[in-house]
Structures are given as structure tokens and as C-alpha cells.
């Protein structure tokens, strides 16, 4: 899982760093939708400039009329901008519109865990396959809870895969 997430990052350099220099969606062309959320959908977009692929989480503004939705987006944000590891996926940007809110973030693949899992013998991993996985999940939670942040949505589908 992490060495396909490494090679992506090494074929997109761009994505390393947070580029704010691309605030506008016209940077990007839209191929196809990837994920549906509560709240958002999520696509894969290329970079007109450079080719390389980034997933695109957009967020009708009509939606966040709920002030709790609308702080949970803006605290999606700010928490993203905080973190800087290698198994979380990278924040870019984002970008606001007069309809809606758009998170321009490193694309890692499609496949979640739960897809992997789900197509396996028996419906589950053997622990050999299980480690790698459940060993960068154990760190990323490290990470992020030494910054003072909890997930409060981990599932197997919010696990990239690939």
C-alpha cells in the first residue's frame, strides 16, 4: 500500500508540497467521480499544466446552511493544512466558489480496504496481508493524535488500498 502511494508522490512531485499558487479550478480538468460522502463528492482531476492527478472533494455551499456543517468543513481544512505524513493523503488547496467549496487534494488511488477485503477468500485478510496495512493505519493514528486531532470516522472505506 505505502510503496504505490510513494510511487505516486514520485511521479506527481508537485503534490508533495502545498501549492497555493493553483487556486483556480480552470488548473484542472475534471475525469470522473471517484466518491460519494455525506456531504461531498470527490473526483479525479489532471492538472492541465502538468498531468498529474489529484482528487478534487467539492462541497455544495447550499448544503452547509447548518453552521455545524459548514464549521466541520472549515475545521476539514484547517486540520488537513496541519498534517504532513506519509500515510495521509496530502492537502493542496482549496478553492471557493459562489456555490460551492473544493478541497484539491493528492490522489492515492481508488481502491479503499474495504473493497480489498471485501473481494478476498472468505471476506477477510490473513494476517500476513493484514500487517503492513494495520501497521501504517497504527502510525498515521499516532501521528495525528500527536497533533491533538481524532479522526472520528475510521472505517475501512476511508483506507486507501492499492
Known amino acids: 500500500m505505502i510503496e504505490e502511494l510513494k510511487k505516486s508522490r514520485s511521479a506527481n512531485k508537485s503534490m508533495v508540497a502545498t501549492d497555493n499558487s493553483k487556486k483556480n479550478l480552470d488548473d484542472y480538468e475534471v475525469e470522473k467521480t471517484i466518491g460519494k460522502g455525506s456531504y461531498a463528492i470527490v473526483k479525479l482531476a489532471k492538472c492541465k499544466v502538468s498531468?498529474?492527478?489529484?482528487?478534487i472533494k467539492t462541497y455544495e455551499r447550499s448544503s452547509l446552511n447548518d453552521p455545524l456543517k459548514k464549521q466541520s468543513v472549515e475545521r476539514e481544512i484547517s486540520l488537513l493544512r496541519k498534517?504532513?505524513?506519509?500515510?495521509i493523503i496530502k492537502y493542496i488547496n482549496h478553492v471557493v466558489t459562489q456555490s460551492q467549496i473544493h478541497l484539491v487534494m493528492e490522489f492515492a488511488g481508488t481502491r479503499s480496504l474495504y473493497e480489498y477485503v471485501k473481494k478476498g477468500p472468505n471476506r477477510h485478510l490473513s494476517v500476513d496481508d493484514s500487517l503492513s496495512p494495520f501497521i501504517q493505519l497504527a502510525k498515521a493514528i499516532a501521528?495525528?493524535?500527536?497533533k491533538d486531532i481524532c479522526h472520528r470516522d475510521l472505517k475501512l472505506e476511508n483506507v486507501i488500498y492499492n
Not at 51 to 55: C, N, T
Not at 83 to 87: S, V
Not at 143 to 146: D, F, K, L
Request: a negative charge.
Open 51 to 55: 498531468g498529474d492527478s489529484f482528487a
Open 83 to 87: 498534517l504532513n505524513n506519509e500515510f
Open 143 to 146: 501521528y495525528i493524535h500527536s
